[in-house]
Nanobody, 115 residues
Framework: QVRLVESGGGLVQPGGSLRLSCAGSGSIFRINAMGWYRQAPGKQRELVASITNGGSANYVDSVRDRFTISRDNAKNTVYLQMNSVKPEDTAVYYC?????????WGQGTQVTVSS
């Protein structure tokens, strides 16, 4: 059974940086595309970035050129480097397979961008 645990969130000022991590267990992590998702208050959860098993990445327009997704298959870990953050990036961030599976949603990690 795959379990995904997100970490690295916190309070950051506009223009600052954060690095989120998602540690996974189980062999399915290594062979699937992974994604970072976020859900802001009152809004639906959205895909922010995805990365294939081979390392090809895609981003939603609102974070392109600011966020970078990467993965270390040997460590079963996916990262999201967030630079030049904006208040509108405030949300709970989750990782999951891409496309996501309901059973793999974790608790997420809160990111708050505020001065």
């Amino acid at each position: 059974q795959v379990r995904l645990v997100e970490s690295g969130g916190g309070l950051v000022q506009p223009g600052g940086s954060l690095r989120l991590s998602c540690a996974g267990s189980g062999s399915i992590f290594r062979i699937n595309a992974m994604g970072w998702y976020r859900q802001a208050p009152g809004k639906q959860r959205e895909l922010v970035a995805s990365i294939t098993n081979g390392g090809s990445a895609n981003y939603v327009d609102s974070v392109r050129d600011r966020f970078t997704i990467s993965r270390d298959n040997a460590k079963n870990t996916v990262y999201l480097q967030m630079n030049s953050v904006k208040p509108e990036d405030t949300a709970v961030y989750y990782c999951n397979l891409h496309p996501p599976l309901f059973a793999y949603w974790g608790q997420g990690t809160q990111v708050t961008v505020s001065s």
